[in-house]
């Protein structure tokens, strides 16, 4: 079955000597239309907590802690990048 072009949100499939209309919904938003949060320059004192509570914990893990466990732990799984995961405040 050859595949027509999509074209607004339908596919176009070529079956029994016509053309079917398929819907899709593609689950990926382009990044105009993300969900984005401005950070007032005024914040709380409870926002202001939860973001150093954040900012503290992103670090790696201190050498100490990989010698002690025999190199088990090796890294922090908990770390988070600033762009790609939001702190969900």
Not at 54 to 63: F, G, H, L, M, V
Request: net charge positive; hydrophobic share 30%.
């Amino acid at each position: 079955m050859p595949c027509a072009p999509k074209i607004g949100g339908v596919y176009r499939l070529w079956v029994n000597d016509e053309f079917e209309e398929i819907l899709f919904e593609d689950y990926r938003q382009p990044p105009t239309t993300r969900q984005s949060f401005k950070m007032p320059s005024h914040k709380s004192f409870r926002t202001k907590v939860k973001l150093a509570k954040a900012q503290k914990s992103n670090r790696p893990i201190p050498q100490w802690i990989r010698l002690r466990t025999g190199n088990t732990i090796r890294y922090n799984a908990k770390r988070r990048h600033w762009r790609k995961t939001r702190i969900g405040i």
